[in-house]
């Protein structure tokens, strides 16, 4: 729905928001199936597409390699994908669960990389701080 109130327009305080933010839109696809990659080209060659995320785990999952994202065939289907979007001038994007995933997919030619999550950092962080307190 409609929100005039939100955090994106600093709770309605952001003049001619919904006339300015169209303006702005991006719009990035995911891949994280086979039927995805077998699509890569097409995906990235559609008008409107301004750029395509790799869902590393769900990927995983739909080659056969479930929890296994650096299984190879995995790896190699990500460089595909890295290569096909750069072929159509697309920026493309993935997820890296920790830093050393992250340098090599900027190595690959990745654009964007979201680098862990709210609940990775938070799971580490509490642990951290159970660990201080078992001592």
């Known amino acids: 729905g409609v929100s005039v109130s939100h955090r994106a327009n600093m709770f309605g305080t952001v003049p001619d928001y919904f006339a300015q933010s169209n303006k702005n839109i991006t719009i990035i696809v995911q891949i994280e199936s086979q039927l995805g990659v077998d699509n890569v080209d097409a995906i990235a060659a559609t008008e409107g597409v301004d750029g395509i995320f790799v869902g590393p785990s769900d990927l995983a999952a739909a080659l056969g390699h479930l929890?296994?994202?650096s299984h190879p065939d995995v790896q190699q289907t990500i460089q595909h994908i890295f290569a096909r979007a750069k072929a159509h001038g697309k920026p493309?994007?993935?997820l890296a669960p920790v830093e050393a995933d992250a340098r090599r997919y900027l190595e690959w030619?990745?654009?964007f990389v979201a680098v862990g999550s709210d609940l990775g950092?938070?799971?580490a962080s509490t642990q951290k701080l159970a660990d201080t307190f078992k001592k």
């Open 121 to 123: 950092a938070f799971r």
């Open 109 to 111: 030619g990745a654009t």
């Open 92 to 94: 493309c994007g993935i």
């Open 67 to 69: 929890g296994n994202a």
